[in-house]
């Protein structure tokens, strides 16, 4: 195997990505919504098509293989998906070796927290450590975690779930089945049920403005709080409240040399900064108060850039 080049798909719940990668560049990438309900047939037939999409006219013998980043759980040392919550008919389903079958070519697959992770740790804000936790806030929380100049796996590849840690003994209900999840409190999802509830309680602030025109989340509030509108501003507060201790939690379990935060709520990121880093100074000890946390510097490609240097790595 050789090549300075790789081919990442990134298998999302609603969308399927593919990109043609040299090193922190993507150089072409293709899209199609994920064929969920024609199952893993039908959607190894999509990744046939957006790899020959975005492969184009490249040098055959410069592509390394083929990097995946999948939701899991999955088992990347066989590279096998064990279970999609939000694809149906994957559970157990061998992916790297049906593509190899199909492609002829070296195939990796890797949890998408875990591929994002080694994005930003390359290619981002990472770069040159030896020591990271990745978290994005979206939807959910997930990430991963560098450890000792490399990839923190666990068994089953499934380590650095950082989403799902216990905050608190009682609520919210984590979409993972277990309560007072991280991401139960502190993801984007939480933070939009926390605007509505705030928008129905105060009709007259901007927010409950927005609550009449349609629906409100937490892009929103992060937008509201921006022009100043107090209500977002306090949950704005509370959000960075909630992330603060979180982080402070991945601090002590992992000891970071730095924090890199990814996802939609990052788009908040400097309304929060302060009381974030105040939070975790109150809830760190000592010895790990110098810890920061920045924003993440790939954005959404991180995942993709992530997937493709799992086989660059690999082609070294
Ligand atoms: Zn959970």
């Not at 009381?275 to 924003?295: G, K, Q, S, T």
Request: charged share 20%; hydrophobic share 45%.
């Amino acid at each position: 195997m050789s090549g300075r080049l790789a081919i990442a798909i990134d298998l999302g719940g609603t969308q399927l990505r593919a990109a043609l990668v040299d090193g922190a560049k993507v150089l072409r990438r293709a899209a199609e919504p994920t064929d969920a309900v024609g199952g893993p047939d039908a959607v190894l037939d999509q990744m046939r098509r957006l790899i020959a999409s975005v492969e184009g006219d490249a040098d055959h013998a410069q592509v390394a293989g083929i990097g995946i980043s999948a939701p899991g759980p999955l088992d990347g040392e066989t590279g096998t998906i064990l279970h999609i919550p939000t694809l149906p008919g994957w559970d157990d389903y061998p992916l790297c070796d049906r593509l190899r079958d199909i492609t002829g070519r070296t195939v990796v697959l890797e949890n998408d927290g875990i591929s994002a992770a080694v994005g930003e740790w390359r290619h981002g804000a990472g770069q040159g450590l030896d020591h990271l936790v990745y978290v994005t806030v979206s939807t959910g929380i997930g990430g991963g975690v560098i450890a000792d100049g490399r990839v923190l796996h666990g068994r089953r590849g499934m380590a650095g779930h950082v989403g799902h840690f216990t905050m608190t003994p009682d609520g919210p209900r984590c979409p993972c089945g277990v309560v007072g999840c991280f991401e139960a409190h502190a993801s984007g999802t939480a933070l939009g049920k926390r605007a509505r509830a705030a928008a129905i309680a105060h009709p007259e602030s901007a927010l409950g403005a927005l609550a009449r025109d349609g629906h409100v989340d937490a892009r929103h509030v992060v937008a509201a709080a921006r022009d100043g509108d107090a209500v977002a501003r306090a949950l704005i507060d509370e959000e960075a409240w909630l992330l603060g201790r979180g982080f402070a939690s991945l601090v002590h379990l992992y000891s970071p040399e730095r924090v890199i935060m990814g996802g939609g709520v990052v788009s908040g990121f400097d309304l929060m900064e302060a009381r974030i880093h105040h939070v975790m100074r109150e809830n760190l000890m000592p010895a790990f108060r110098d810890v920061v946390v920045v924003p993440a510097g790939l954005g959404e490609n991180a995942g993709l850039v992530g997937a493709a240097a799992l086989i660059l790595d690999q082609a070294l």
